[in-house]
């Protein structure tokens, strides 16, 4: 292996919700790798302004719940760039009105449950099911932004952390069906990643409480995710294939309650 090989030199990205948080943040870092980045969000303006920012870098207008927009969106690609390499799937229907309506499932619409696994689910599997013939053909790789409340239950977001679930089996079927053919997929699971929109939405008290849980000195930011998504993109990561990659401060890694466990054993010293 060469010795530059975190390098993505050459190497054509698409990152889904790239105008913003940790997409933007991967597509920085990528451009400074080397990569040749297209920038895929709903907020085209945004995405248009930080492909400005980038050498070489393309906006596309993106919506996830569309299957023609997704298909579109590898197409303009792969024409504009002549190649892919690198299929970075951050997109998903999560903001503040978002989180808001998605509780537990007793209380669940419908229509929010739906529209969440079309935008997670479905978009991501259409994108992958676009990209994939792309991607055989320069050996290329997909990598899924998932979550950490994947791994574990809670009283909320019972359809976004279901939906994310999915995407890493997701990840685990095409890393199986799709290694022979030189293509690896793998996923990272952020914890609570502190984007300018959590920091402006968040109750700083229930941010406080998930700070107590994280084995961290803080919570995690953009760029913390962003590392770990080009590393895996990369060729450093070469033998790494079908995995889940948790990038959450330890946050899923402990006991329950650790937080008063140093609270007790502090008293007691």
């Not at 919700?17 to 451009?31: E, F, K, N, V």
């Not at 197409?75 to 999560?94: C, M, Q, S």
Request: include cysteine.
């Amino acid at each position: 292996m060469q010795a530059d090989a975190i390098r993505l030199d050459g190497k054509v990205a698409i990152i889904t919700g790239g105008a913003g948080g940790i997409g933007a943040a991967t597509a920085q870092l990528m451009a400074a790798r080397g990569a040749r980045v297209a920038i895929a969000d709903i907020a085209f303006d945004a995405a248009q302004a930080l492909a400005a920012t980038l050498p070489d870098a393309l906006a596309i207008a993106l919506d996830l719940e569309s299957e023609t927009s997704t298909q579109d969106m590898i197409a303009a690609t792969v024409t504009h760039f002549g190649r892919l390499d690198i299929l970075h799937n951050n997109a998903a229907l999560l903001g503040p009105d978002i989180a808001q309506q998605d509780g537990d499932i007793e209380h669940m619409a419908t229509a929010l449950w739906d529209r969440t696994y079309a935008v997670n689910v479905r978009g991501t599997m259409v994108a992958c099911r676009a990209a994939l013939p792309h991607l055989r053909t320069t050996r290329g790789n997909i990598v899924n932004t998932v979550s950490n409340l994947a791994l574990q239950g809670h009283m909320i977001q019972a359809a976004y952390s279901s939906s994310k679930a999915a995407i890493i089996q997701m990840t685990r079927s095409i890393a199986a069906s799709h290694g022979p053919d030189g293509i690896r997929c793998n996923a990272v699971a952020p914890g609570m990643t502190m984007t300018p929109a959590l920091r402006a939405a968040f109750p700083p008290r229930l941010r406080e409480a998930v700070e107590a849980e994280t084995l961290r000195d803080q919570l995690g930011d953009p760029d913390d995710i962003a590392q770990v998504a080009a590393f895996l993109a990369s060729d450093a990561a070469r033998n790494i294939t079908g995995q889940l990659i948790v990038a959450d401060g330890g946050c899923a890694s402990h006991v329950p309650g650790i937080a008063q466990f140093r609270t007790f054993f502090g008293e007691h010293q």
